[in-house]
């Protein structure tokens, strides 16, 4: 039994046994505050439990990043993270910044002398872990996930790209089994997801958290408009790739991009400034992708780093000639490094590599017993809500209940794992009916009107909705897909209103059965293979994980339902359309 920690922003742990991985939960579903930082204790103690493990049978843990990682968006503003970057700037050569031998030098003098594995091993005492403890290099664990997950790791070019960890934002690796060489660093001064980090809170938004919007946002400006041109011009200056690395040029380092950008685009619209940064984003990565496929002569790619969260690009990495098969690690941002240190610590005590499972589904979540989903009915006023055992048939009969224009919470069995839900801890609703936009924005989740949604769709039916010429395994919602005219009549209200693009789930039976039915049902009714799915939180707030977390959610929205295990929880009063 081996255990996996991220301790920086959105703190995750994973336990892994047997060759699988069989919990991985972030502390901030536990501990309510979205994208929390710090030592995952909580989350610990839950992946133990539903694992059936003691703390005294952990063998080993892992941990990410030899420097303490970023934990909070207030430590990106830090007085002393402005003045080292400025300093940095003005005394220290590129040359030096960018020089891997210094920082492998660097980073090695610090582990000596710092006393983070021993701050890690102390908490770890405090919860009865007395094991082996390993610290992995930050863009070292991103590349391993992913390529140990992936079908093709007998031989994968491995490419990873965030805004920073232990000095670097990006490395592309050749990976052979349990052999990775690394080819390529990119140094944390060049780092793209930086610069898209900073674009995004100069539009007013929050960096680390809302990346999304930008790239959402980006996709309704025409690229042939005049203004749009003119602001990627300015963008076009900031960033060039040569071989196997990207540069900046631009002068400015972390938050020193703000002041680039109020002396250069101050005055540009946001909607050309979201769209000229997602171009460059694309343009920069894509030119970096194909040098690195030319040089290795290796087609099969693995995607991991935050940057990947960025499913626009995914698509256009996808569609290269030169990519014949492409894995992108699900929810890949730091979350996804504690999956890494929980495999790799077992490998480096003994466990053999090849014994790993590929990934199939990520439903590694806390489930809940009928006592305890019954409990939190306490909290409901019955004025309100009408509570009905359904049984068995909870699934089909929710499925009807959307063809009809209910809007349905879901909450079932395993919580998924990352920023995505997979129908487990979903808000479900008819994708044919555009209204729904208007009643889950206004009424549900407050979010942006610019902001798309999502389907799930079922396996057999991806054809008939979504352009996917390399059959690419879409189970994660990590990948866009532009659509087919069918999916713009079936799904509309789950696509991107402008471009129609889609970020499905594909759901095949093996990995949710029961959500798997529920669509089945909808699609016996309808004749529509799939549905909208968004996940049940309230804007702000982390994704559901109890009982009492989809009660409270349920009581502090207009939801027409919750379906709770074999439970169904109707409003009494429903809205009409006209109301929202």
């Not at 990947?308 to 569609?319: P, Q």
């Not at 339902?561 to 009063?573: D, T």
Request: charged letters at 25%.
């Amino acid at each position: 039994m081996y255990l996996g920690i991220h301790d920086g922003h959105t703190a995750t742990a994973c336990l892994f046994k047997d060759g699988k991985i069989t919990a991985c939960i972030s502390e901030e579903r536990i501990n309510r505050i979205k994208e929390w930082g710090g030592f995952p204790k909580n989350a610990i103690l839950e992946v133990l439990r539903i694992s059936n493990v003691n703390p005294s049978d952990i063998k080993a843990v892992g941990i990410s990043s030899i420097f303490p990682p970023i934990k909070s968006v207030d430590e990106l503003e830090s007085h002393f993270l402005k003045k080292l970057a400025k300093f940095s700037i003005k005394f220290i050569p590129k040359s030096i910044i960018r020089s891997s031998n210094l920082r492998k030098l660097f980073l090695e003098i610090y582990e000596m002398l710092s006393n983070r594995k021993d701050y890690v091993k102390n908490e770890l005492e405090k919860i009865g872990i007395k094991a082996n403890v390993y610290l992995y290099e930050h863009h070292f664990i991103h590349a391993f996930t992913s390529h140990v997950l992936s079908k093709t790791r007998n031989e994968n070019l491995i490419i990873t790209l965030d805004g920073s960890g232990d000095l670097l934002s990006g490395t592309i690796s050749i990976g052979r089994n349990n052999e990775i060489i690394r080819i390529s660093e990119i140094s944390n001064y060049d780092s793209i997801g930086e610069f898209y980090m900073r674009i995004t809170q100069f539009l007013g938004m929050k960096p680390l958290s809302h990346e999304y919007k930008v790239m959402g946002l980006s996709a309704y400006v025409d690229e042939n408009e005049k203004q749009a041109i003119e602001t990627f011009k300015i963008f076009k200056n900031y960033f060039e790739v040569k071989n196997l690395k990207i540069y900046n040029k631009t002068g400015a380092y972390k938050s020193l991009y703000l002041n680039l950008f109020k002396n250069q685009i101050l005055n540009k619209r946001f909607d050309h400034i979201a769209f000229s940064a997602q171009k460059l984003l694309e343009e920069i990565v894509i030119e970096l992708v194909k040098n690195a496929i030319k040089k290795t002569s290796i087609r099969n790619v693995v995607l991991g780093g935050g940057v990947f969260m960025n499913v626009k690009l995914n698509n256009k990495i996808l569609m290269l000639d030169e990519v014949e098969n492409l894995f992108v690690m699900p929810s890949c941002s730091d979350e996804s490094l504690a999956i890494g240190c929980a495999i790799k610590c077992a490998i480096d005590e003994g466990f053999k590599f090849e014994n790993v499972n590929f990934l199939e589904d990520i439903y590694w979540g806390t489930s809940y017993s009928k006592e305890e989903v019954e409990k939190s009915f306490e909290n409901l006023d019955e004025k309100e809500f009408e509570i009905k055992y359904i049984g068995d048939d909870i699934d089909e009969f929710v499925g009807e209940l959307i063809s009809e224009n209910y809007i349905i919470a879901r909450f079932k069995n395993r919580m998924e794992f990352g920023a995505r839900a997979l129908g487990n801890r979903s808000i479900l609703a008819n994708p044919s009916n555009l209204e729904v936009i208007t009643r889950i924005n206004k009424a549900i989740k407050q979010r942006d009107f610019w902001m798309p949604f999502a389907p799930t769709i079922l396996y057999e039916d991806q054809d008939r909705y979504i352009l996917n010429p390399k059959k690419h395994e879409g189970y994660y919602m990590i990948m866009a897909f532009f659509t087919k005219e069918e999916a713009h009549k079936h799904l509309r209200a789950a696509l991107h209103q402008y471009d129609l693009s889609a970020r499905p789930q594909i759901l095949i039976k093996e990995h949710n059965e029961s959500y798997y039915k529920l669509i089945k049902r909808f699609k016996e009714k309808t004749g529509i293979g799939g549905i909208l799915n968004t996940s049940f939180n309230l804007h702000g707030e982390p994704i559901v994980m109890s009982p009492n977390d989809a009660i409270w959610t349920l009581k502090n929205s207009l939801l027409d339902g919750l379906a709770i295990e074999n439970y169904l929880i109707l409003r009494k009063k429903l809205r009409s359309n006209k109301e929202y």
